[in-house]
């Protein structure tokens, strides 16, 4: 499967989400692409988005994904490609039209009217009669927590709650889809990471489609069904927050979402990787044999050990506390690895590390390698090594591993 197109109905898993299956297609982007003054912001992506699913658009700055949010709202129409909305093609179809609201990072409060008209302000303009007009609004104040701020104006509101009834106002009129684009960005620390649980408790309450836009890799992960990590106006992976996190398609995707340490590796046989000049047993296969790759570590996977009893030994460079863990930096040989743990190992200590075939996962060369980490080409064996084709993980050496293989 091409990583800028996720797979058909037919070739997908169905999600458990709630205790249901979660498999119903609402929207879908076919050969959508997007050019602004002869440059592509958005390159023929393909995407489809299921009913009552929280989807989170990921990547950094200008990779495209508040423009597929811009299109999927009407705000914009794609330079070709094409939009469904339930099976009906929606191009020429206006924004207010659309059965889908958005929120922007910019809230957009009327200063002028209080919590309640502002939430009320769109079933006015509907003519929506008064009595069905209070009823829906009283529900909206329920939903987001916001009973009896009813007659504050917005400059008398925290912004978390100014958030909140700008996230009323949206759902009021009753949408399928509800676009958000960045709300959380004006918010501190604190108070994003609860309205991430607000957003994530009223979109299962409500059981409607949230498509989500962040360049905060820790927000998507806590929030979503599916992620979607985006780059250079393509799609690098799809996935759910642990399929993404464990499983990274390539290097931008490793090192965008966690930290990472990316290595040159060679695929010597099917669960036998070499890098750092040690052959390891990893759970990964289907590669050519002695194909180049890259290799990821995650450093919370990384155990430290007495250098007499490590698969490679380097030197603590630096150490940061981070409250649960530290930071530490070790170089092995001009290769600087973070590694975190909950033990303090003091700058200038000679350390040994473990690795289990768990530890490892292996992607295959991109445009990316090389571009982060530090892809050090040093192959030479280490001193501590006794037998260079000792496979590390397993009893047995390389080609005995590739004979089992056969």
């Not at 070499?274 to 990893?282: I, P, V």
Request: proline share 5%; net charge negative.
């Amino acid at each position: 499967m091409p990583p800028s197109r996720r797979a058909p109905p037919s070739e997908r898993t169905p999600t458990k989400k709630r205790g249901r299956i979660m498999s119903k297609e609402l929207i879908r982007l076919v050969n959508c692409r997007m050019d602004f003054d002869g440059e592509t912001v958005l390159d023929s992506i393909n995407i489809y988005f299921n009913d009552s699913e929280f989807l989170t658009l990921l990547g950094p700055s200008g990779c495209g994904k508040t423009t597929t949010l811009r299109i999927i709202g009407g705000f914009l129409q794609p330079t070709s490609g094409d939009v469904f909305f339930d099976g009906v093609r929606i191009n020429d179809v206006p924004p207010h039209k659309r059965r889908v609201n958005t929120v922007f990072q910019k809230y957009a409060l009327f200063p002028h009217l209080n919590v309640y008209e502002n939430i009320a302000f769109g079933l006015r303009i509907a003519k929506v009669p008064a009595k069905e007009i209070d009823e829906r609004v009283t529900e909206m104040l329920e939903i987001v927590s916001l009973k009896g701020f009813e007659k504050r104006k917005p400059d008398q509101l925290s912004g978390g709650q100014q958030q909140r009834v700008a996230i009323a106002r949206a759902l009021v009129n009753r949408p399928k889809v509800l676009l958000l684009d960045e709300p959380l960005g004006a918010l501190d620390l604190r108070l994003r990471k609860d309205m991430q649980n607000e957003l994530k408790r009223i979109q299962q309450q409500l059981g409607i489609t949230f498509i989500y836009v962040t360049h905060d890799q820790e927000e998507a992960l806590a929030m979503s069904d599916t992620v979607v990590v985006m780059d250079k106006g393509r799609i690098q992976q799809i996935g759910t927050p642990e399929d993404i996190y464990n499983e990274p398609k390539n290097a931008f995707v490793a090192d965008f979402i966690g930290e990472s340490n990316i290595l040159d590796g060679v695929m010597r046989a099917d669960y036998v990787v070499e890098f750092f000049g040690r052959k390891f047993r990893c759970l990964d296969k289907g590669f050519e044999k002695d194909e180049p790759v890259d290799v990821v570590i995650r450093p919370e996977d990384v155990d430290i050990v007495p250098a007499d009893s490590g698969h490679l030994c380097g030197t603590v460079t630096s150490v940061t506390f981070k409250g649960v863990h530290y930071d530490t930096i070790v170089d092995f040989r001009g290769f600087k690895w973070l590694i975190q743990t909950t033990d303090l190992h003091q700058p200038g200590e000679y350390i040994g590390i473990r690795l289990t075939p768990d530890d490892i996962h292996v992607m295959r060369k991109s445009e990316y390698s090389g571009m982060f980490g530090d892809y050090s080409s040093y192959s030479a064996e280490y001193d501590e090594i006794n037998d260079p084709d000792a496979v590390i993980g397993g009893e047995e050496t390389v080609e005995e591993a590739l004979n089992n293989e056969e």
